[in-house]
């Protein structure tokens, strides 16, 4: 099974940017969407998808502040997050669509 690892969550101020990176166990993006997701107590949440042929999606309310992107070289997915909000505070995890295993996710905290 693919697995996915999170990195680059921390402690931010409202207002700040963080990058996100996501490194699958495998090659995917020439055959799977790859998406973002947004996880809070009892919810998770898709808030950005790329598909094979480079296309996005925003969940609206991220919409013009976070960027999907990838790699392909480093295999690695991004999402850049700008003018963070206190309500962006929670668990950002990647996965394929259809998702596989989930990863442990990488903590974002947008604080003052």
């Known amino acids: 099974q693919v697995r996915f690892v999170e990195s680059g969550g921390d402690l931010v101020q409202p207002g700040g940017s963080l990058t996100l990176s996501c490194a699958p166990s495998e090659n995917l993006f020439s055959t799977y969407a790859m998406g973002w997701y947004r996880q809070v107590p009892e919810k998770r949440e898709l808030i950005a998808r790329m598909?094979?042929?480079?296309?996005?999606y925003y969940l609206d309310s991220v919409k013009g502040r976070f960027t999907i992107s990838r790699d392909n070289s480093k295999n690695i997915l991004y999402l850049q997050l700008n003018s963070l909000k206190r309500e962006g505070t929670a668990v950002y995890c990647c996965?394929?669509?259809?998702?596989?295993?989930w990863g442990q996710g990488t903590q974002v905290t947008v604080s003052l």
């Open positions: 996965n394929s669509i259809p998702s596989g295993f």
């Open positions: 598909t094979v042929d480079g296309s996005t």
